[in-house]
T-cell receptor, first 115, second 114 residues
């Protein structure tokens, strides 16, 4: 398996623009997680899905952030409109069944810069 | 709210030495604790997962311990190698609390000197 795939790897956009980050989890993994990493706040869980259903979105910072998982092999994290403080590295991770008891496999991340 | 602290933030050690990385947490009611490794520009790689009922886990030259009562975990690396240079993060997991599901420390940047 190729592991967790994220695209794009780098994104530079201007404030106010819509940003869409994409993730393909490892085949067969039932859980998908979106994280954000910044120097100030470290790594934070934004939202996670189980079998394509959002389970916990309490980490999503604002209504400008939304995430979907239309099928087992694809998820998106959208920011609309984007702001400079959204600049961060966004990671997607997936794991087998059981809530946080199984190893999570992380993608390489998307480095987002909002000007 | 759970807080996870890793001290020191950075550490340089000569190759071959044994070393210990520290992780402390404020709420001992955790489900499990995980140690991750992050290489520059990469995602996280899971190293060890310790269930709350366990005291330690071992994988090769790595040994992680957990003391819930004192709110501490350590990652012991034996016979360090330059390839061990990376940032090491610990994360504590607490079930049943939407705002406190998984909390990461900010990590310790480890540099092994050849």
């Amino acid at each position: 398996d190729a592991g967790v795939i994220q695209s794009p790897r780098h994104e530079v956009t201007e404030m106010g623009q819509e940003v869409t980050l994409r993730c393909k989890p490892i085949s067969g993994h039932d859980y998908l997680f979106w994280y954000r990493q910044t120097m100030m706040r470290g790594l934070e869980l934004l939202i996670y899905f189980n079998n394509n259903v959002p389970i916990d979105d309490s980490g999503m910072p604002e209504d400008r952030f939304s995430a979907k998982m239309p099928n087992a092999s694809f998820s998106t994290l959208k920011i609309q409109p984007s702001e400079p403080r959204d600049s961060a590295v966004y990671f997607c991770a997936s794991s087998l069944s059981v809530d946080f008891q199984e190893t999570q496999y992380f993608g390489p991340g998307t480095r987002l810069l909002v000007l | 709210k759970q807080e996870v602290t890793q001290i020191p933030a950075a550490l340089s050690v000569p190759e071959g030495e044994n070393l210990v990385l520290n992780c402390s947490f404020t709420d001992s009611a955790i489900y499990n604790l995980q140690w991750f490794r992050q290489d520059p520009g990469k995602g996280l790689t899971s190293l060890l997962l310790i269930q709350s009922s366990q005291r330690e886990q071992t994988s090769g030259r790595l040994n992680a311990s957990l003391d819930k009562s004192s709110g501490r975990s350590t990652l012991y690396i034996a016979a360090s190698q330059p390839g061990d240079s990376a940032t090491y993060l610990c994360a504590v997991i607490k079930l049943g609390n939407r705002d406190d599901k998984i909390i990461f420390g900010k990590g310790t940047r480890l540099h092994i000197l050849p």
